[in-house]
Every structure is written in structure tokens, then in C-alpha cells.
């Protein structure tokens, strides 16, 4: 792949806004949104700082399950790389009020006919 094809500013507007619309409906709990931006495919993997989900059906029963308190959180050092028009990796690091852990999060993301979907994410925490 040519460096140019490497972060080409349109396709990084579209993954950026696509990251931080996650990014919103995760701290609202908005699970319909949640659910819409991953991969609706039982290849897709998600693996939480607890939990190991292999397949759409088993992160929407996560989602579902899961608390709808204290899902706040500070991001930092976000990195967001594309590679040509239809692939991309979102990186960040995240603390939330009343933990001094670092959380670390990452995915990646694929355009579909459908729009930009995770397709592979990873939640951990440090210490």
C-alpha cells in the first residue's frame, strides 16, 4: 500500500466521526447505536477487560446485561490510522471518576455497504 492511501483526510473524517458517535452512545448506554456500529456477523470479536464475546449474539447479550451507571469517561491519546478507503484501527487510552486505572481500547473498523462497522475490538485495563 502507498504511504498516500495512508490516512487520506476524508476517510479519517468518516472513521473519526464514526468513532466518537461509539464513543457517545457508550457513556448514554445507547445500545441501538451500539449495536449498530458493529458487524452484524458471527465472525465479529470483541474482548472485554472480563469477558471474551465471539459472534454479534453474544456482545448484544453483553449489552444488554450490563450496567447502564458509570459509564463516563476521559479519553487520551487517541490515535485513528486508515488504510485506503475502507479500513481503519482506533486506538485510546480512557480513565473514568474514581479509578486510577488506565483503560485501553481498541478497534477496528471496516467499511461496509452498510457504513463504517467494528469488526474486532479489544477493552483492557492497566494495573
Known amino acids: 500500500m502507498k504511504n498516500e492511501a495512508i490516512n487520506q483526510p476524508a476517510t479519517v473524517a468518516e472513521v473519526t466521526a464514526a468513532f466518537y458517535r461509539y464513543e457517545q452512545a457508550l ?43 458509570g459509564l463516563n469517561r476521559r479519553l487520551q491519546n487517541t490515535v485513528i490510522t486508515t488504510f485506503g478507503d475502507d479500513f481503519a484501527v482506533c486506538s485510546t487510552e480512557f480513565t473514568r471518576v474514581g479509578s486510577e486505572k488506565i483503560g485501553r481500547q481498541q478497534q477496528t473498523w471496516v467499511k461496509l455497504p ?10 483492557s485495563l492497566m494495573g
Open 27 to 69: 457513556v448514554s448506554n445507547d445500545i441501538a447505536v451500539l449495536d449498530e456500529l458493529f458487524w452484524h456477523d458471527e465472525r465479529t470479536v470483541r474482548l472485554g477487560a472480563g469477558e471474551n464475546l465471539y459472534g454479534i449474539e453474544a456482545i448484544r447479550a453483553f449489552r444488554a446485561a450490563r450496567p447502564s451507571a
Open 114 to 123: 452498510v457504513g463504517w462497522r467494528i469488526v474486532a475490538a479489544q477493552v
